[in-house]
């Protein structure tokens, strides 16, 4: 019993650490690959499949196929995105200011809570980036995404870069989405148990890339608003603390609801587009409405999560 006990807590305390980012970035991101695989060859062309679907001469049945064929790749989807933001949550989590921060901010965590140190933190990540690494490198064949993502976590926290400015803060995480949407896209949108090596991004789906990293740079700093308490104790110059929660609030709403509009037009005025648009105008709504007294926190967790299914709609237009 001690070791299935052991596998237990160690699953555990992984799923603490990266507990409070899987809703609202794994499964966003996730999303963006699914998304974009069902949309066929519209975002990402795997050279290997077009044997496969020559032989069948029926749409339903090529659609039928690909939806199978995405359907075993949605696990390793999942686990590029997952393990990745895993490295990104030890580094994170493993520092003194974040300590600080998240005794404030997020106390459910394993540091705050005693049931890990930062030592026992740095010493998991040490041992986590090789398995990642080579995980993602020869099983999923996205080990370039993996490394970009490793260097931007350095910069991010141990180089302080998302503490520094938030404007450079948004930047590195906009890239950071650029690099998992593209990861995402190739591992959702490979062939075979163990992916396709030559899987290709088209133009399109480069551009579509591109675009959704430019919604991420003018959105992000909707995540400061809850997290107001935290920044300013580990002297974070997030976008609240340093334009005032007023101005910052509609920095987020203004961009929020000009990329529904525009994002939905790239693929044409459909009605498709409408829900997306609709959810836009609902947390622009809920950013510059002013929270009742003592719910502050809570609502704007709220209205993050809601701009993260919000970027969902976005990456399903495509598909639609």
Not at 86 to 95: E, T, W
Not at 155 to 167: A, I, K
Not at 247 to 263: D, E, Q, Y
Not at 283 to 305: E, H, I, L
């Amino acid at each position: 019993m001690i070791l299935p006990n052991r596998v237990w807590t160690i699953f555990h305390l992984l799923w603490l650490i990266t507990e409070d980012d899987f809703a609202t970035f794994v499964l966003p991101n996730t999303a963006f690959g699914v998304f974009g695989a069902l949309s066929g060859s519209l975002l990402a062309v795997p050279p290997g499949s077009s044997s496969d679907m020559s032989s069948i001469t029926s749409t339903n049945d090529q659609r039928r196929l690909r939806l199978r064929l995405l359907l075993l790749r949605l696990p390793a989807t999942i686990f590029f995105n997952w393990s990745n933001l895993l490295i990104f949550d030890l580094a994170n989590q493993r520092l003194p200011d974040s300590v600080r921060e998240d005794a404030l901010n997020k106390p459910w965590r394993p540091v705050p809570r005693g049931l890990l140190t930062s030592t026992q933190m740095r010493q998991a990540m040490l041992l986590a980036i090789p398995l990642v690494l080579a995980a993602n490198h020869f099983w999923l064949h996205v080990g370039v995404e993996t490394t970009l993502l490793f260097v931007l976590t350095w910069l991010y926290n141990d180089l302080r870069g998302g503490d520094e400015s938030w404007v450079l803060r948004n930047v590195i995480i906009a890239a950071a989405f650029g690099v998992y949407n593209l990861g995402s896209l190739k591992v959702a949108g490979g062939v075979g148990a163990g992916g396709s090596v030559e899987t290709k991004m088209t133009p399109l789906g480069m551009a579509w890339v591109v675009v959704i990293s430019g919604v991420i740079l003018a959105t992000m700093q909707v995540q400061d608003l809850k997290d107001v308490a935290g920044d300013r104790s580990r002297g974070r110059l997030s976008a609240p603390l340093v334009l005032g929660d007023r101005l910052a609030r509609w920095t987020i709403a203004l961009p929020v609801l000009f990329w529904s509009v525009v994002c939905s037009l790239i693929w044409g005025p459909r009605l498709w587009g409408l829900p997306t648009v609709a959810l836009g105008i609902l947390v622009a709504y809920r950013c510059v409405t002013p929270p009742a007294s003592g719910q502050g926190t809570m609502r704007d967790r709220r209205t993050w999560q809601l701009w993260a299914f919000w970027t969902a709609t976005l990456y399903a237009l495509p598909c639609l």
